[in-house]
């Protein structure tokens, strides 16, 4: 009997539990926010129950709580990784505008607006007079459009902070990028990375609550003046229908005469809103440093808790899933630069049915940087035509006929009357005749020049030079073409449909829908580590012989990289004519480091190698960078996850994902 092999464990049975843990995290966050509103809203008619948590203030609480977690849900069922990648914010519109996570997003937020404006409306006092149902003269029940417009300002709150949920990208997840450790920084891990991501939490904080108050206000003061009277009669409508099903209301639909509007109901419509959105804000920050806290549980890789460690990795590394191979190739970069023990592991690991555990690693991490010259050599190329359906099996021929000795009949209609031969007689005749018959030139032949040739006197003598230029067909095109631009150059508006030359360089370069340049960078770091590192310690002289790849495919994709970076046309309506692109050039750069390392380490022994003169050559080449770039880039892509006043002065983790300021708009 053979013997049993021990099943290799997925990456993602050890990602999956961190990311629950985190998102618990996110939940307890939510929880004691929910808590402090519930508090908040309580009536201070005793000293204890207002506050104490096994009580009415707690169970405010959970429901707050229960309101807002939809929005949580749904991010977990909506994330991704990496930016959206198209020619022009039109284009995404497009692509997004109509799809089912948009309409659902929408619903969800919409949704907890309503349940957060149930509880709000709830918890407040009688003597505010906000319930759905008063009564008038005794028991005479009639609905209270104070509580409708509260509820209608709070819908109104979701579906715009549903709209800005899909058009500025919350769903992304921010993974971080491994870099080489600057001189004085200390080894290993960061210790206490989650009292890091709660720190910068509360560094936002201020950020979040000025957010929230901007939106709660702005949305208010737009519902209070415009929105509300359109939706009123169909909101009243619709709340009459609902509430006949309980109470004996009134048979008319028309609303009152005297609509709900005070400013006492608009201070505290702003205040309902600012809570709702606090919420929202706070979950989203905490969202987003929670996942984009790097692949570590107890300050060690995740797949350290597997029976197979590297199996496990290397299951990661090729699952299609790309959040899956991203945060594998992200605990890579981290073992190669951190983790000595896991890096050793690495190079004597040789005993794999598909090759040892360099080779594989050798052979993703290189499929993922080479995709980015596939992309670039295959773009102008028109698509490949799809595969010709296979020929059906030949048919048994059909038995052919006895050839002819005798030709067939012929197929010509009999009746046809024979063809009359035409004459000279009759030629001449019928020019005689048709000299007689002709009437001459017709009234347009004659008066059509000549009023061509007075509209051409009296445009001479009425129009300038100028104006008779704009009315040709070149004028009309270039006043098209400046009644364009002035369109482009609006500043909302004309901006959704600029092809900037940044968006179509990445969406060239990191694919489409999404592209995740951390993948690549960690990719690139993961090789030169690792092949660097083997100098001291490969045992078994592996790693030396995929080296000579390492350098040339580095050397083949930083040059196709930059040459198509400067050939790439500018496109006619990209007004801003700025080269610049920041994912593209943090993929050079990390290119670049990588390929100095493999240099300087393994330059020595390059005859060894079998590299060239016009190899090293080449990679010193590619290896070097313009003067005004010569310094490295201190920030990545991302900008710190830290408040203004601090963001210069503190520098981002190494490997933590930073959320932007523009992701908490």
């Known amino acids: ?31 004691a926010i929910a808590y402090v509103e519930a508090v908040s809203l309580s009536r201070w008619n005793s000293f204890i129950w ?15 709580f229960a309101s807002v977690l939809p929005i949580v849900v749904l991010r977990i ?28 997003t929408i619903i969800t937020f919409s949704f907890s607006a309503w349940c957060f404006s149930q509880i709000y409306l709830f918890s407040t006092p009688m003597a505010a007079n906000l319930k759905w149902i008063t009564y008038y003269s005794g028991d005479r029940a009639r609905l209270n459009e104070r509580a409708l417009f509260y509820t209608v300002d709070l819908v109104i709150l979701g579906i715009v902070q549903g709209i800005f949920h899909i058009s500025l ?10 870099k080489a450790r600057r001189e004085g920084e200390a080894d290993g891990q960061a210790n206490g990375q989650a009292n890091e991501s709660w720190g910068r939490l509360g560094e936002w904080l ?50 009152p005469t005297q609509a709900p509007w005070s400013i006492w109901m608009l201070g505290r419509s702003m205040w309902a809103g600012f809570l709702l959105c606090l919420l929202w804000y706070i979950g989203d920050m905490a969202f987003k440093l929670q996942l984009g806290k790097a692949p570590l549980k107890n300050n060690q890789p995740l797949s350290a808790e597997s029976k197979d460690p590297n199996g496990s990795l ?86 052919q006929p006895p050839a002819r000795i005798v030709q067939p009949p012929r197929n010509e209609n009999v009746l046809v009357p024979v063809p009359i031969r035409k004459s000279l007689r009759d030629s001449v005749g019928k020019f005689v005749s048709h000299v007689l018959t002709s009437p001459g030139k017709t009234p347009v032949e004659v008066y059509l020049p000549e009023a061509r040739r007075k509209a051409q006197e009296a445009r001479d003598r009425l129009l300038t030079q100028e104006q008779r230029e704009a009315l040709t067909a070149d004028g009309f095109n270039a ?15 004309g901006l959704l449909f600029q092809k900037i030359f940044s968006r179509r360089l990445t969406t060239v370069v990191l694919d489409r829908p999404y592209g995740e340049v951390s993948i690549y ?38 040059k196709k990289l930059e040459r198509f970076r400067d050939t790439l046309p500018m496109h006619w309506t990209d007004l801003r004519n700025n080269r610049e692109c920041g994912e593209v050039q943090e993929l050079l750069d990390a290119l670049k480091d990588g390929l100095t390392e493999l240099i300087t380490a393994f330059g020595p022994y390059s005859a060894d190698l079998r590299l060239t003169r016009a190899d090293m050559r080449l990679a010193r080449e590619a290896a070097e960078r313009p003067q005004a770039a010569a310094a490295p880039a201190q920030a990545p892509a991302q900008a710190p996850a830290q408040a203004p006043a601090q963001a210069q002065a503190q520098a981002p983790g190494p490997a933590e994902a930073q959320p932007d300021m523009q992701q908490v708009l």
């Open 50 to 64: 207002p506050w104490f948590p096994i009580g009415p203030a707690g169970i405010r609480a959970t429901i707050i």
């Open 479 to 493: 006043m098209f073409r400046n009644l364009l631009f002035q369109f482009l150059n609006t500043p909302t508006i």
């Open 314 to 399: 290397l299951n990661g590394l090729k699952s299609k899933k790309p959040r899956i191979s991203a945060f594998a190739m992200w605990e890579l970069a981290l073992i190669a630069r951190d983790f000595d023990v896991r890096r050793q592991g690495i190079f004597e690991d040789i005993d794999r049915r598909d090759g040892s555990m360099w080779l594989q690693i050798h052979a993703t991490c290189l499929s993922t940087i080479g995709a980015i010259e596939q992309r670039i050599d295959n773009y102008g190329r028109p698509p490949p035509a799809p595969p010709a359906p296979p020929a059906p099996a030949a048919a048994a021929a059909p038995p």
């Open 206 to 255: 201020p950020v979040l609550i000025v957010r929230a108050g901007m939106l709660s206000i702005a949305v208010a003061l737009a519902n209070y003046v415009v929105f509300y009277h359109f939706l009123r009669p169909y909101a009243w409508s619709l709340s009459l229908s609902f509430f006949r099903l309980f109470y004996n209301l009134p048979k008319s639909n028309i609303p």
């Open 521 to 558: 960078v960690n990719a690139a770091y993961a090789l030169s580590k690792l092949a660097v590192s083997s100098l001291t310690e490969d045992r078994y002289g592996n790693v030396q012989r995929g080296v000579p790849a390492i350098i040339r495919t580095f050397t083949t994709v930083i």
């Open 169 to 178: 990208d919350y769903d992304r997840m921010l993974l971080g990028s491994v």
């Open 77 to 104: 069922a909506h994330s991704h990784t990496g930016i959206r990648t198209s020619n022009s914010p039109f284009d995404t519109f497009c692509q997004t505008a109509f799809s089912f996570a948009t309409i659902e």
């Open 1 to 31: 009997m053979p013997p049993l092999v021990a099943r290799r464990v997925p990456y993602k049975d050890f990602l999956q539990p961190a990311l629950q843990r985190r998102f618990a995290s996110t939940a307890g966050v939510l929880l």
